[in-house]
């Protein structure tokens, strides 16, 4: 029982440095006030108007605020008086300061290894870290003889727990008909594939329509990369399909790949996206992208590592 106290301090620790104290705060505060008034996560939705996974993400720490909309129901619900409201409001203050230090940051180590004028950091982008920050040459499986120490496995195993959670959480939206989750922010990798492993028949029908109807790019996207995933590849061509004719889901895959492909943050994957040729580690990036080209599990990171491999062509001489 020690150790697994000993490990959820050393989690929450961990959150606090990701995502910032005010933000760890609101999330904990949330679940707080709703225990004390004797509330099911499914009793408060319906209280406010939202449904369960919107109760469940506000409750849980992650990168992304809670909407302000959906605070102040919860605040005047759960009788905060304003509270709920102002820890948000402080949790966003470090949310911007937080990214304008890391943009700071990366802006003078990328000025050392970049070539003159290319905006890209060598050291910071392509020495491959996770989304722990971790170098990947540290992390190894039980064949690679390099051990994870302690800080990295928990790191891990929360990413690990989060995203299974997440998962459960959309899986259930989308079986209820809700798109709602889906709008509010790009899912990961790692999301999309354990949403898919739980899609069923009338499921993948409900993304397919999403994919193409929904007037939201990220909902659309998100569908999109889930049934790009789905065990089989059942649904690839349509895929396809999607990504040649939606400019904004495509913008929005590419992105996604680059980013992931590449170890690149997000902003800079953008620029990578506008103009690959430009890239100044081109050859580095076309070995992964043609990697990520016979990926068995992903249609659209195929077809998205495909097309930018052939925008990369002027840079690597092909």
């Not at 102040?72 to 937080?98: H, P, S």
């Not at 100044?280 to 590592?305: H, K, N, Q, Y």
Request: glycine letters at 8%; aromatic letters at 4%; a neutral charge.
């Amino acid at each position: 029982m020690d150790e697994l106290g000993d490990i959820l301090d050393e989690m929450e620790r961990l959150a606090r440095i990701e995502m910032g104290e005010a933000a760890v705060s609101l999330h904990k505060e949330i679940k707080r006030l709703r225990l004390e008034a004797g509330l099911s996560q499914p009793e408060l939705a319906t209280r406010i108007g939202y449904t369960r996974q919107y109760v469940s993400l506000a409750e849980r720490p992650n990168k992304n605020l809670p909407s302000l909309e959906l605070i102040g129901a919860l605040d005047q619900c759960l009788g905060a008086g304003g509270a709920l409201v102002e820890l948000r409001a402080r949790a966003k203050e470090e949310q911007v300061r937080r990214r304008g230090e890391n943009s700071s940051q990366t802006a003078t180590s990328g000025s050392r290894n970049a070539p003159p004028g290319s905006g890209w950091g060598a050291s910071a982008d392509w020495t491959g870290s996770d989304r722990t920050g971790t170098p990947l040459s540290s992390i190894g499986g039980s064949d690679s003889g390099v051990a994870l120490d302690r800080r990295t496995f928990l790191s891990l195993a929360t990413l690990a727990a989060a995203d299974a959670h997440t998962a459960g959480d959309f899986a259930a939206s989308i079986s209820g008909g809700d798109a709602g989750p889906l709008a509010q922010v790009q899912t990961t990798y790692e999301v999309d594939r354990a949403i898919a492993a739980a899609v069923d028949g009338s499921t993948r029908s409900v993304l397919l329509r999403w994919a193409v109807d929904l007037d939201n790019s990220v909902a659309r996207v998100n569908a999109t990369g889930i049934l790009a995933k789905l065990p089989g590849q059942r649904e690839s061509d349509r895929v396809v399909a999607i990504l040649r004719r939606d400019e904004e889901v495509r913008g929005l895959y590419l992105t996604a790949v680059a980013s992931r492909v590449c170890e690149i943050s997000w902003s800079q994957a953008q620029v990578f996206v506008q103009n690959p040729a430009k890239f100044p580690f081109a050859a580095i990036a076309a070995e992964r992208l043609a990697r990520e080209t016979v990926s068995p599990v992903d249609a659209g990171a195929r077809w998205c590592s495909a097309k930018l491999l052939q925008d990369l062509s002027p840079a690597i001489g092909r």
